[in-house]
Nanobody, 127 residues
Framework: QVQLVESGGGLVQAGGSLRLSCVASGRNFNTYTRGWFRQAPGKEREFVAAIRWNAGLLYYTDYADFVKGRFTISRDNAKNTWYLQMNSLKPEDTAVYYC?????????????????WGQGTQVTVSS
């Protein structure tokens, strides 16, 4: 069974940090596009960050403008795991964060690109 499990969410004060983890099982996702999305109450799910692989064995990262300079996506291929380090958190970052994986070659910012999703982890930033 292919599964993604997020962890690391919680309650943090504005300016604080959290690191989210996404552990994959049932399939090796090392050559897939691996991403993070978030959804706040009453809002649509939005792209946060992604890491993608190309045939040259290089990885590229992409970020939504609102997290550039604050969030960092990384991966540990040996563990079939990817992370989202979130620094300088703001109250508007409050949302359920989802990790996702999809086949390469499609737009990383589009949710439909991703075939497999985790169940989500809540991040709450207090002011």
């Amino acid at each position: 069974q292919v599964q993604l499990v997020e962890s690391g969410g919680g309650l943090v004060q504005a300016g604080g940090s959290l690191r989210l983890s996404c552990v994959a099982s049932g399939r090796n996702f090392n050559t897939y596009t691996r991403g993070w999305f978030r959804q706040a109450p009453g809002k649509e799910r939005e792209f946060v960050a992604a890491i993608r692989w190309n045939a040259g064995l290089l990885y590229y990262t992409d970020y939504a403008d609102f997290v550039k300079g604050r969030f960092t996506i990384s991966r540990d291929n040996a563990k079939n795991t990817w992370y989202l380090q979130m620094n300088s958190l703001k109250p508007e970052d409050t949302a359920v964060y989802y990790c996702a994986a999809g086949r390469p070659g499609k737009s990383v910012m589009v949710a439909a690109t991703y075939e497999t999703w985790g169940q989500g982890t809540q991040v709450t930033v207090s002011s």
